[in-house]
C-alpha cells in the first residue's frame, strides 16, 4: 500500500502570500492518479485538482498543481482569506487501494 | 446539480449493524463509480470502499474487509453500505463520494452522515 506523507503539517501565512503544499509518496504515483482536496471545518472535501495538475471546475487558477513519480505539490498563489483550511492529497494505486495523506493546515498568521 | 445525502448514522454499540444510504441526484448515477470515505472525529479521511457504475466490481480497505458490504440500486440513484461487527474505532463521519470522469479521484461529496460506535 502506498503511503502519502504531507508536509508541513500547519503552514502559517498571510493574506496574499503564496503556500506551498508537499505530498511524498512512498513509491511512485501515476500522476493520472494524484488529486487534491479542500476541506473546511464542518464541510465535506472539495476536489481542487486531478491528475496532478488539472483543475477541477470552478477552481480559481490561483490553485495549482504540480510533480511526479513520488514527490507533488500544491500551489496557492497568493492566499485568499478563504483558502485558509486543511489540504489533502489523495492517490489511487496498483493495489487497488486508495489512500489519503494526513493533511495539512493552512491557518492565518 | 448533483447532489448526494447520506442517512442511516446513529449510536450503536459495539458488535452491533448498521446500514448506511446514499440518495444521488443531478446526475445519471449508472454511469459513474461511487466510493464510501469516513473521518474519525477531528482526524483525516480514510477511503472505506469503491463500487463500479455497473456493482460488479468492488474493492475494500483492509480495515472494513469481511464487515463491510458495498452495493448499489442503479434504478433507485442510490448507494448503500452495510456495517456489520462495529467497532469504536468505525466512529466517523461517513462521506459518499462520486468518482471523477477520467480520474481516480472524488469530484462530488455528500455531507456525511456520523457513525458512533460505542457502550
Known amino acids: 500500500e502506498i503511503v502519502l506523507t504531507q508536509s508541513p503539517g500547519t503552514l502559517s501565512l498571510s493574506p496574499g502570500e503564496r503556500a506551498t503544499l508537499s505530498c511524498r509518496a512512498s513509491q511512485s504515483v501515476s500522476s493520472s492518479y494524484l488529486a487534491w482536496y479542500q476541506q473546511k471545518p464542518g464541510q465535506a472535501p472539495r476536489l481542487l485538482i486531478y491528475?496532478?495538475?488539472s483543475r477541477a471546475t470552478g477552481i480559481p487558477d490561483r490553485f495549482s498543481g504540480s510533480g511526479s513519480g513520488t514527490d507533488f505539490t500544491l500551489t496557492i498563489s497568493r492566499l485568499e482569506p478563504e483558502d485558509f483550511a486543511v489540504y489533502y492529497c489523495?492517490?489511487?494505486?496498483?493495489?487497488?487501494?486508495?489512500?489519503f495523506g494526513q493533511g495539512t493546515k493552512l491557518e492565518i498568521k | 446539480q448533483v447532489q448526494l445525502v447520506e442517512s442511516g448514522g446513529g449510536l450503536v454499540k459495539p458488535g452491533g449493524s448498521l446500514r448506511l444510504s446514499c440518495a444521488a441526484s443531478?446526475?445519471?448515477?449508472?454511469?459513474?463509480?461511487m466510493s464510501w470515505i469516513r473521518q474519525a472525529p477531528g482526524k483525516g479521511l480514510e477511503w472505506v470502499s469503491y463500487?463500479?457504475?455497473?456493482?460488479?466490481?468492488?474493492y475494500y480497505a483492509d480495515s472494513v474487509k469481511g464487515r463491510f458490504t458495498i452495493s448499489r440500486d442503479n434504478a433507485k440513484n442510490s448507494l448503500y453500505l452495510q456495517m456489520n461487527s462495529l467497532r469504536a474505532e468505525d466512529t466517523a463521519v461517513y462521506y459518499c463520494a462520486r468518482g471523477a470522469r477520467g480520474g481516480w479521484s472524488f469530484d462530488y461529496w455528500g455531507q456525511g452522515t456520523l457513525v458512533t460506535v460505542s457502550s
Open positions: 491528475g496532478a495538475s
Open positions: 489523495q492517490q489511487y494505486g496498483s493495489s487497488e487501494v486508495y489512500s
Open positions: 443531478g446526475f445519471t448515477f449508472s454511469d459513474y463509480y
Open positions: 463500487i463500479s457504475s455497473s456493482g460488479s466490481t468492488i
